[in-house]
């Protein structure tokens, strides 16, 4: 029964959402572009660094350019999707609008994480098929179906820790003010997930497998759509993010019990 | 001209109040001065990817060199003016910085200076320490070299500074600014050689981020440093960003006047 609740209220946050979006058709065209031309420039340190040359750590530029796709995915789920709704719970903490939110009858963490989509970020799943399309094409093959599903699998994954990670970064917006830097943080560190985390050597290696899943973000989803991840490593994948989420749902219920209302 | 030397006088004073907002704000200052330690990360990638065969003549030593060099000058020049004259503009809290008998944007470069001698704790000792890893012979020690890169040093702050503001002001006439930022900083990432060296880029890529003023930001100051490019070449190159900051001062400043006229305090 709620779980038909929850449904329906997604329905509605969504089109709500593609209504606010339907104003703004410009920025859907400027969007678009701009897509387009921030895919291509990304590409071109991996350009730089494999293209021509001795494969690092196995990967070849047009193996990269498979994580780059995922990336590329990846990145509109998160300006899409969790960015927009979470950016917003900061103002409203500030300004202590979220009161409204938590009297309303469902799931706080629910209302904030679905209040806002941008669905014009579809354009970045458009490309990401493009590049997929164009580095299969190079390697001159098609990729087996069966790790297709499995990517698709690990793509639902990877959105669970983007996600949970997302909260983690808003919960502490209880505690400090500004969240500006912390988000430019997050930014930054995620744009690393373009590179193929095996690239990495030693702490940096560990670092971004385990304390920051950049690896299961991009590289293992990229894997899996070439045949060459290890089932027992998509297992562990797989729990390590409903750890990861378990984490960040508690460490929210704490935030949340921890606020006060700001202003009158 | 006597407010100009109102606010000189003033400044030893701007800046001591400054240095103790930085201090009051530590946990803010130390996520700040992570951001700015992006290029470890790009260190570590760039030497494992070299480890297999030099690029151009960039070997795990250059690059150890190239990106010490980029985190000191990231470190010592940055700014993060926009987000604090988002803020500012949007919550009516100028007001109270207009009240001040100085131009605000002193203010704003006072708070912006203050801070940087709790940056450089930061960063001089890693950075310090890499290098020396990486042997320190790269570096020109020579007195007209070290002058050049203290003046690119000061024309890079300078040039970021104004840009900051330059984009704050638009917060004037938008919601916010923060998406004009993105994009300024998309453009930065990959033009100003934060990610790569500019000279390993493919040519015509080259070619456009040499007329484009990203790289006065940073590759500029980091290739004097280094001793990547010759003293006459930087020379020239000093003269071009000094006019580039010269060009976005202006440009900010006029911005500044022409927003603070459309300026309606909300609340306050």
Redesign the interface.
Known sequence: MTRVRYLRLLGTQLRVSLALGMQYRWEFLLDGALTVLFAFIGVIPLYIALAGRPPVGGWTFERALVVVGWFTWLKGILDGAVNPSLISVVDRIRQGTLDFTLLKPADAQFLVSTAKFELWKLVDVAVAIGIFVYAFTALGRAPALADVALSLALLAVATLVLYSVWILVISAAFWVVRLDNLTYLFNSIFDFARWPATIFTGFWRILFTLVIPLALMTTYPAEALLGTLAPRTAALAGLGAVLFAVLARAVWKRAIGRYTSASS | MSAFSRALQAYPTLLRVGFAGALAYR??LL??M??TT?PL?SL???T??A???P?GRFGAAEFTAYFMAALIVRQLTGS?LV?EMN?DIRSGSLSQRLLKPIHPLFVYSAENLAAIPLRALLCVPIAALALAAAGGERFQAAPAPLAIFAAALLGAWLLNFFTMALIGSLAFVMESSTAVFQ?YL?GF??FAGY??PIE???PA?REIAAVLPFRYTLAFPVEVLIGLSGPRAALRDLAVQWAYAAATAATALWAWRAGVRRFAAFGG
């Open positions: 946990a803010e996520i700040w992570l951001t992006m990360v570590a990638l760039w494992a990817v480890e297999s065969a690029i993060w987000w803020m994009l998309a990432m990959i990610l790569v390993l880029f493919p890529l």
